[in-house]
């Protein structure tokens, strides 16, 4: 559970030809809320800043599901910009959904199965290709919150979609 002046990331994401961009900033855990019901963001006047702020004045986005995972993380010696990361206990939670509650949540995973992502800036380096068929690791798709909403989420949406199609047909 983070301190009330813990930093978080506060970011938006956005699939943009097969490629995740993100837009991402630092702030106060505190501040979160502040900016969730659509107040600036003070003392932020970047660009990234002015885009979430634009972005949440303009949809009201409201928290809808808590995700949760340990994390290790590791960076190139040589080429920093080549990141791995270890992702294990992935839970999520679709209420309680304040930061001050812990990090409780449910498996997504039924198993001890570990997520790794690599973060390559352009080509994967031959040394990491290699060492990767060895083991027999392939890409594959896996999103956090895509998993959550198929999960929880979208089967309730689509049930009050049908109810309210069914009451105003």
Same mark, same amino acid.
């Given at each position: ?11 938006? #994401?956005? #699939?943009?030809?097969?490629? !995740?961009?993100?837009r ?5 855990a505190d501040?979160?809320e502040? !900016?969730l ?6 003392g ?20 809808s !599901?808590f ?5 290790v993380?590791?960076?190139? !010696? ?16 679709t ?67 049908? #109810?309210?199609?069914?009451?105003y047909?």
């Amino acid at each position: 559970m983070p301190g009330r002046n813990a930093p978080v990331f506060l970011e938006l #994401k956005k #699939k943009c030809y097969g490629i !995740v961009c993100k837009r991402r900033i630092t702030l106060p855990a505190d501040r979160m809320e502040l !900016v969730l019901n659509g107040l600036s963001i003070q003392g932020q006047q970047t660009q990234i800043a002015k885009e979430i702020t634009w972005f949440q004045q303009l949809n009201c986005a409201e928290p809808s !599901v808590f995700l949760a995972y340990d994390r290790v993380a590791y960076s190139g !010696v040589e080429d920093p910009e080549v990141r791995i990361t270890f992702d294990t206990q992935l839970r999520y939670r679709t209420t309680e959904l304040d930061l001050w509650l812990g990090d409780a949540g449910t498996a997504m995973l039924d198993d001890d199965r570990i997520l790794m992502e690599l973060k390559l800036p352009g080509v994967c380096p031959l040394w990491l290709s290699q060492a990767l068929s060895r083991i027999s690791a392939f890409p594959t798709s896996f999103s956090k919150y895509g998993y959550c909403y198929t999960k929880t989420l979208l089967p309730g949406a689509s049930r009050k979609f049908h #109810k309210e199609v069914r009451h105003y047909a």
